[in-house]
């Protein structure tokens, strides 16, 4: 503080000769030589002369002492209550919106890492007096600006190529990576109804049940089904990993210590992706940020033959890393089925990132073509969404596409009839404009986009229970667990557009199928060697002629051309 004014905050207030010399005190001290005194200084002499008849000048010394003392005491607490009261005028640190909240081994929190915030906070109380505890902040969306040029974006329509009727990728609208990072919601988006969402866990598993089920789903009755389709505010369900202390310890595909330590340092945005049985190459994304490598998750679960296959192909050192991704191995698969398997990660991320917030699944066949930042902002975040998925390119209706896996010997026929039959008995009907706003019954499950929050975790579970219970084709479930979930929240499953998904993926063949076109490709036809006679004598060719000829020119090169 500058003279003249007191700034003593504590109750250490230094000694009164300093304060007297800085002039703190209005006081004057008297002089050596001799003046002619004031008259209020002769009262108080007048005065100081009285006292000292009853009292030794120690006591008098020491009762001005304690006199000045009060003084002191009484200025500070007048000063420190009105800093106080301004304290609270005193703006906050401002948050730097545009840093991002997704570092995955240290997450910033508002923008701020490491910071501290001025607690004083003003409480409401009720009518009653008692303090009100603030509403819960949830991601409520944005609005692009205006003139933006997402905002005028519209598809093109198809190309008209009569040679090319399939499925195909369509443009899509992407913000650049730093603002779709800036972008980023700092709170999780709103739960209906569902608050607390726990799992169950059972050791000693009752095997007589109605149907289906097995050790790592827990064999849930019909009844326990039902009850889990009944959404509450706090609800305990089955969701894999049922045996065990936790995902990945001895549940059935257990996971190492170290790798499960690694996943759970995983605090933003997870990719994951798996491959069993050797069945698919791994394909490396592309166009991903530097930002995006140094925060985004990368992880490829794989069994035994593909770690082998892998380790023979690319190599697999301690880094446990092929590129970006890094290698999971899983032990103890519980099914037989590999397809079965790799249902686990695509629809239990949650439990196996117990604190991401976002993860994007994609099949083992699709390669990444775009970078995670952009996908999640552009399907997620700018929709206000917190579980995104394309639907089917041809097929809207659950009964089409049962028929279409029986033609392809997807599953067996009867298990395949005997849940449609299931479903239908409970309510299912074909797809139809009655519907509307659902635009399909049937997704294209190969990606799924989604936000780590109650509802869509319960969502995904109940999804895994009837694949677990019934057939691995999740496309014939995803209707009737949609509709039961919308049925208790209002809340909705977000489809897209297949084309706008095979905009950020690339489907390659299966190894089994690459190699099965490899083996009916025709064998390459070489070029007949020239005669011996042009062999040993080339004719020798201007300049002029060769350019004329020459694959660049060719098409422009006719007979009478200038």
């Known amino acids: 503080m500058s003279g003249g004014s007191l700034g003593i905050r504590s109750g250490s207030y230094g000694s009164l000769d300093k304060q007297l010399q800085n002039g703190v005190l209005p006081i004057q001290v008297p002089s050596a030589t001799k003046t002619k005194p004031f008259k209020t200084f002769k009262e108080k002499e007048t005065f100081l002369h009285w ?43 401002k948050v730097n ?104 866990y059972e050791e000693n598993l009752n095997k007589e049940t109605e149907f289906g089920g097995s050790n790592f789903g827990g064999y849930p009755t019909l009844k326990q089904r039902d009850d889990s389709y009944d959404i509450r505010e706090s609800m305990n369900v089955h969701c894999g990993f049922v045996k065990g202390t936790k995902p990945g310890h001895e549940t059935g595909f257990d996971i190492d210590n170290s790798d499960l330590l690694e996943m759970e340092q995983c605090h933003g945005v997870v990719v994951a992706s798996a491959i069993f049985g050797a069945f698919d190459n791994m394909l490396q994304p592309k166009n991903i940020s530097k930002y995006s490598e140094q925060t985004v998750c990368f992880y490829m679960f794989v069994d035994e033959e593909t770690k082998s296959d892998l380790e023979t192909e690319h190599g697999l050192n301690e880094s446990k890393k092929i590129g970006l991704w890094r290698i999971v191995v899983a032990h103890n698969l519980p099914y037989t089925n590999g397809r079965r398997n790799g249902k686990i990660p695509k629809f239990l991320l ?78 299912l009907t074909p797809y139809s404009e009655a519907k509307l706003p659902i635009t ?50 209002n809340w909705m499953v977000n489809m897209f557009l297949d084309c706008e998904r095979r905009n950020f993926v690339v489907q390659q063949h299966h190894k089994g199928v690459l190699a099965m076109l490899a083996q009916m490709a025709p064998p390459a036809i070489s070029p007949p060697p020239p005669p011996l006679s042009l062999a040993n004598n080339p004719p020798r060719t201007s300049s002029l002629e060769i350019a004329s000829v020459s694959p660049k020119h060719r098409r422009d090169w006719r007979v009478g051309s200038r």
């Open 51 to 93: 006292i000292c008849k009853f009292a030794g000048r120690k006591k008098v010394g020491s009762l001005l002492l304690c006199a000045i003392s009060a003084a002191i005491f009484v200025w500070v607490l007048y000063l420190g209550k009105d800093e106080v009261q301004g304290s609270y005028n005193v703006p906050l640190p």
């Open 350 to 427: 949650h439990r196996l990132f117990p604190n991401a917030r976002f993860s994007l699944w994609i099949d083992g066949k699709l390669q990444l073509l775009v970078d995670p930042y952009q996908i999640l902002e552009r399907f997620l975040w700018r929709k206000n969404a917190n579980f995104r998925i394309s639907r089917h390119y041809i097929r809207f209706d659950v009964f089409d596409e049962a028929e279409a896996n029986k033609a392809a010997h997807k599953y067996d026929n009867a298990f395949i009839d005997f849940q449609v039959d299931f479903y239908k008995k409970e309510g």
């Open 97 to 200: 919106d545009s840093l991002p909240l997704n570092n995955s081994r240290s997450p910033l929190i508002n923008g701020l890492q490491n910071s501290r915030i001025h607690n004083l906070t003003y409480s409401p109380v009720d009518a009653e007096g008692s303090e009100v505890p603030p509403p819960p902040s949830y991601f409520l969306g944005y609005t692009l600006p205006a003139e933006h040029p997402c905002n005028t974006f519209t598809l093109p329509p198809p190309p008209a190529d009569k040679k090319r009727t399939g499925p195909r990728p369509c443009p899509v609208c992407y913000l650049p990576v730093d603002e779709a990072v800036a972008l980023m919601p700092k709170v999780p988006s709103f739960s209906p109804v569902l608050k607390n969402l726990t799992y169950i």
């Open 440 to 489: 399909s019954d049937v997704p294209e499950g190969c990606a799924i986009i989604r936000e780590h929050v109650p509802i869509s975790n319960l969502f995904t579970c109940l999804w895994f229970n009837e694949i677990d219970r019934f057939t691995s084709r999740d496309q014939l479930s995803f209707s009737t667990v949609r509709d039961r979930v919308a049925a208790k929240t």
